[in-house]
């Protein structure tokens, strides 16, 4: 099912994130490239969704300035009601430090931290308290609790990243973005990075925005938003998410 601007302009209710009409133009050379094309597109609370299209599609620009990274060329972004449309950069920084999570291809770990501190970074950053009870959850669903003491480099690839998802989570953001999480790994690790995005969604009801170019892993994702030329040319609801290893993911 696609569905046009207009439509998904009356579907804004109940949203936690939203894009409406959103351009964003690159300048290469004396050309101008429309990496985003009145992109009108929201995602709502609780739920997990997969962003995907070819290389060049403008997903991961999409991501970006969803997320308050980059600046749309026109348009409004909206965030649990606020817009981030006109922002100074310093209110940006704010917002991307208190109201987002973000979870990277490249972990985007400190490598001179402890992963326990790198679990609880932005929360030092922005002079809070880390809520302990929330921050013993994810290590032990994560499976974190031997390796706190331990740095980046002593962790492996899905160790880090499980890193990544407790950093991204441990605030309580009002969206999580993770950015082709699973592109580092290997299947298996894979598989346990989004049965986790999934299980954040389900247990603690966060809302996820995952690009990714890998159709295994949009399975996971409760709905499928789909760009190609800066458009959205697919949005629909997933069947349930399937695990790598043929299982239903809960």
């Avoid at 699973?182 to 603690?204: K, Q, Y």
Wanted: glycine share 12%; charged share 25%.
């Amino acid at each position: 099912m696609t569905r046009g601007n207009a439509a998904a302009r009356e579907e804004l209710d109940g949203w936690r994130l939203a894009a409406v009409d959103l351009v964003k133009v690159h300048r290469q050379g004396g050309a101008e490239v429309r990496a985003l094309d009145g992109v009108t597109v929201s995602f709502g609370a609780g739920r997990f969704t997969a962003v995907t299209g070819a290389s060049g599609s403008g997903k991961s620009t999409l991501l970006h300035c969803l997320a308050g990274v980059d600046v749309a060329t026109s348009g409004r972004v909206l965030l649990g009601g606020q817009e981030l449309s006109g922002l100074t950069e310093r209110a940006l920084t704010r917002v991307r430090r208190d109201r987002v999570g973000f979870v990277f291809q490249a972990f985007n770990l400190l490598p001179q931290l402890s992963a326990e501190r790198n679990i609880t970074l932005p929360l030092d950053l922005a002079g809070r308290d880390v809520d302990r009870e929330l921050f013993e959850h994810l290590v032990g669903v994560l499976g974190l609790g031997d390796r706190l003491g331990h740095r980046p480099g002593e962790l492996s690839g899905g160790q880090q990243q499980r890193v990544a998802l407790a950093r991204a989570l441990i605030g309580r953001p009002d969206v999580v973005f993770a950015d082709e999480p699973t592109g580092n790994l290997d299947s298996r690790s894979g598989g346990e990075v989004l049965a986790f995005l999934r299980e954040s969604v389900r247990e603690l009801g966060q809302t996820v925005v995952m690009v990714t170019h890998d159709p295994v892993a949009a399975s996971y994702a409760d709905r499928v938003v789909a760009l190609a030329d800066g458009k959205v040319v697919r949005d629909q609801d997933n069947a349930p998410a399937r695990r790598r290893d043929g299982g239903v993911a809960r």
